[in-house]
């Protein structure tokens, strides 16, 4: 098998995407979840002639002819009742959120009146109408509120919850199981030996899918055929996606591959001419899709970023993070593979998002990814890339 371009590699992945269900959900687990259906007002929004500053209502009228002292014949709180009449040229005090009653027309905030006993004293300019919201007047009922295709955040949340969709459909993600592989590894609550490192791939793995509501399962394989094919095997029963890092590349104990292919998982990428990341495998056995990484922690999280990810995304029907942003300088890089830089980004007084790429970025190590914002994709076919032009941009 050739090596491929990041590009070959991309419509290759792009297309074996996962084909989710869905379910029902409460709201209040519904955090990153992407909506199976549309979320539509039950009411009119808003549901009653809202009262939207505490003070007084009145008939428009009364003041029109003069009147500028209401004597107050009730109070309405947010909730209340309320009388169902008043005399004329008299007032109730009402609060904001309160149900406008029908004999009043205009609100008039404390702001502008002066409060002497029982009786408002008016001081200002008053409008017909002023300081109520209308029934309906931001929605109908029976519009849609919020698309189904969406991801659900704290607005998403707000909109659905006063609408009443205590539950909701979403789209149902993966199930997905991260391993790790390697004999140097430990788990993270264990005290490695001076030969031994903690097997942080896992959990970031498991972190950059928490937020679509995938609480991912966590395996290690050791560097050993027999155990990772045991493993692999039974992971391939039980999930409906596959990422492991680490044990892929040209080492003499890297036996991942040769192990999937014993496990009837179609090779449908070996090594595609990027930097880093070049080793990443992609195969597929009937539905169970497995992605194999490298195991460099910055080359786990390059392919995590540029195939994983965005794989998940359009998975789930939604628009893969990437954002065009412009080189802040020249960059020159003769190897003919893509090269994923890590980078800064700022917003350039114009307005556009402007990458700096990081001097210091080997691919073990991850201290340089907190200042990175994700990875500038320069393609390959370049070997110089100047200052104010656009490449795309994979976000952490
Ligand atoms: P490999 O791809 O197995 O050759 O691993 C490449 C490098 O990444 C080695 O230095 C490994 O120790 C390291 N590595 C592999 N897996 C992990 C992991 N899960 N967490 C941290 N480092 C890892
Ligand atoms: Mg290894």
Redesign the pocket.
């Known amino acids: 098998m050739t090596m491929l371009t990041v590009a070959e590699a991309w419509d290759i992945v792009s297309n074996h995407l996962f084909l989710p269900e869905t379910e029902n959900v409460p709201l209040l687990h519904a955090q990153g979840r992407v909506l199976a259906q549309d979320v539509r007002a039950d009411r009119d929004i808003p549901p009653y002639n809202r009262v939207s500053m505490d003070g007084i209502a009145i008939r428009y009228a009364d003041y029109q002819s003069g009147v500028l002292k209401f004597p107050v014949s009730g109070i309405i709180g947010a909730g209340d009742d309320g009388p169902a009449d008043i005399p004329p040229g008299t007032c109730v005090e009402i609060m904001t959120g309160a149900s406008l009653p029908p004999f009043a027309d205009t609100v008039i905030p404390y702001e502008q009146l002066l409060m002497e006993g029982s009786v408002a004293i008016l001081n200002g300019e008053v409008k017909y109408g002023q300081n109520i919201h209308l029934k309906g007047k931001d929605r109908k009922s029976g519009e849609i509120l919020i698309p189904a295709g969406r991801r659900i955040g704290p607005v998403e949340t707000s909109i659905a919850a006063s609408a009443g969709f205590h539950r909701t459909n979403v789209v149902k993600p993966p199930r997905v199981a991260i391993f790790?592989?390697?004999n140097?590894?430990v788990d993270i609550d264990q005290t490695p030996q001076p030969n031994q490192?903690?097997?942080?791939?896992?959990?970031?793995c498991h972190a950059l899918l928490q937020p679509y509501g995938i609480d991912a399962g966590l395996f290690?394989l050791s560097?050993n055929p027999d155990q990772i094919k045991a493993a692999l095997g039974v992971a391939l029963q039980s999930y409906d996606t596959i990422i492991a890092?680490?044990?892929?590349?040209a080492?003499k104990?890297?036996y991942i591959p040769e192990v999937l292919s014993d496990l009837g998982v179609n090779k449908l990428i070996k090594g595609v001419r990027q930097r880093p990341g070049k080793?990443f495998w992609f195969g597929k056995k009937g539905t169970v899709t497995v992605f194999a990484?490298?195991?460099?922690?910055v080359?786990?999280m390059a392919c995590m970023l540029r195939y994983v990810k965005p794989w998940l995304e359009m998975s789930m029907g939604l628009p893969a993070a990437v954002h065009n942003v412009v080189l802040a300088e020249d960059i020159f890089f003769e190897p003919g593979l893509t090269l994923f830089s890590q980078a800064s980004l700022h917003i350039a007084d114009n307005g556009q998002l402007v990458a700096t790429p990081l001097r210091h970025q080997g691919?073990?190590d991850?201290s340089s990814l907190l200042s990175s914002r994700g990875f500038l994709e320069l393609p390959a076919e370049k070997t110089r890339f100047e200052a104010g032009t656009s490449f795309p941009f994979w976000p952490l």
């Open positions: 790790s592989s390697g140097e590894l490192i903690r097997r942080s791939n896992s959990y970031a290690h560097d890092s680490g044990g892929i590349s080492g104990f890297d080793p990484l490298p195991g460099n922690p080359s786990t691919s073990g991850y």
